[in-house]
């Protein structure tokens, strides 16, 4: 079973600390507009400290980056 979650309230928020917190390694990536790191901006954070969980937490929405 797997179980992603877009952060988008205080209580997922709150839920992915509480993941974080458990574990001792994180995997951590950013979704990014671009794949120049000069040009691109940083339009969300994945957080995951099990396989098969995860957080997205979105730092922009598209009408932000258009």
Do not use: C
Request: aromatic share 14%.
């Amino acid at each position: 079973m797997k179980n992603y979650t877009i952060v988008d309230t205080q209580e997922k928020l709150r839920d992915l600390l509480s993941h974080v917190k458990k574990y001792e390694i994180i995997a951590f990536d950013t979704e990014t507009t671009s794949l120049n790191p000069w040009k691109g901006k940083i339009i969300g954070v994945s957080l995951s400290g099990e396989p098969g969980y995860g957080y997205y937490l979105p730092t922009m929405t598209y009408r932000d980056w258009e």
